[in-house]
């Protein structure tokens, strides 16, 4: 039946609502999404998704070549109404305050505050900052020659990519918060798209939780009794007011993933990701053991531990550069 339902969208979508239920939950985690997204206008607990994208087009504004001396009015005012909107809000990230007002600061300075779109924006702004205000770091654009610079070789970063290997066995030992907190670091410095970084890491350590979760995904049978740790990778649906944007969370989650098993590596601890498949009835016993809205969706599930080295590991032979690069 599938296959003979491919010929078009439509037809595809009747299969999709009378024979298969493959897309039920994703298809309401997506409308769910843009529900919360429009209630919190785009703010999730002490950061915004509109504040964070928003900021990063200014910022990208801020970068031509040439800078024009008036841009960004599509979406300026909503961005200072956002930003007004948190700045009273006490737990706000402080980190993304400043970020923001930072850009503020930068972009009313260089554009012409003569334009009225940006004379009002202006108004609105300034009344939002306290006079007595602490001056805050610069987090603006900076030149490309003042970029953080590394000392890694390429054989360096080979080495490391080498070293990592999916592990199955570890010994019975608990993972230091403070390892996982510096490999999130790590994972954290991923590009995500419009610098939102729409996701969080669960930690899952204690019992009788982590026997219930490890066994969910089918990809752990026969070692799922011997992972000490399951971080689950979790992404945010509500970050985009559009269903255009839904598999934004598992490319920025899997950028952030990679970095953070990169990471644990250099933090002699080893990792196995874990598919996560998109089947709902697992989806629904998943979020009620993680406490997750449907909108938030789980990515992957990453066991993690020290590496017990009297187990073996797969040798998992890779593709050759040439079978993957297509040169147009
Ligand atoms: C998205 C993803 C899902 C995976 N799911 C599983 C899984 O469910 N069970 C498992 O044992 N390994 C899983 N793996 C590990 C792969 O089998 C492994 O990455 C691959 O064989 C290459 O081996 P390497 O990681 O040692 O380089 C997964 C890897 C990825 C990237």
């Known amino acids: 039946m599938s296959p003979l339902c491919s010929g078009n969208g439509f037809i595809s979508s009747l299969y999709f609502t009378f024979f298969s239920r493959d897309f039920y939950y994703e298809h309401r985690a997506i409308l769910m999404a843009q529900r919360a ?15 964070r994208r928003n900021i990063h087009r200014l910022e990208k504004g801020l970068i031509m070549r040439p800078r024009r001396d008036v841009f960004a009015l599509d979406y300026l005012l909503e961005t200072v109404l956002v930003y007004k909107d948190v700045f009273s809000n006490k737990g706000f990230s402080q980190c993304e305050l ?5 850009v503020f600061e930068k972009y009313f300075s260089v554009v012409n ?74 994972a954290l410095q991923a590009p995500s798209a419009c610098n939102r970084q ?23 049978a026969g070692f799922a009794e011997n992972i000490p740790c399951l971080m689950a990778v979790v992404g945010d649906l509500s970050y985009y007011p559009e269903a255009r944007d839904r598999h934004v969370i598992y490319i920025d989650g899997s950028l952030a993933s990679m970095q953070f098993m990169l990471a644990l590596e250099t933090l002699d601890l080893a990792s196995c990701p874990i598919n996560w498949p998109e089947l709902h009835t697992l989806d629904k016993r998943v979020s009620k053991l993680l406490g997750l809205p449907e909108y938030k969706r789980v990515v992957m599930f990453i066991a993690v531990g020290y590496p017990d080295d ?6 998992s032979e890779k593709k050759l550069p040439e079978d993957v690069i297509k040169r147009l």
Request: glycine share 4%; hydrophobic share 35%.
């Open 37 to 51: 997204y429009k209630k919190n206008r785009g703010v999730h607990g002490n950061s915004s998704a509109l504040l």
């Open 98 to 102: 400043a970020w923001a007002e930072s």
């Open 113 to 186: 505050r003569s334009h009225p779109d940006i004379a009002y924006a202006y108004k609105v702004y300034v009344q939002i900052t306290p006079n007595n205000h602490e001056p805050i770091k610069e987090k603006i654009p900076y030149l490309q020659a003042n970029k953080a610079k590394h000392t890694v070789s390429y054989n360096q970063l080979m080495d490391l990519c080498l070293a990592r290997r999916s592990n199955r066995w570890f010994l019975n030992k608990p993972i230091e918060d403070e390892k996982v907190t510096q490999a999130v670091a790590a």
């Open 198 to 220: 729409p996701y969080e890491f669960y930690k899952i350590e204690s019992q009788p939780l982590l026997s219930q979760l490890v066994k969910l995904p089918g990809g752990t």
């Open 310 to 315: 009297s187990g073996h590991i797969a040798y």
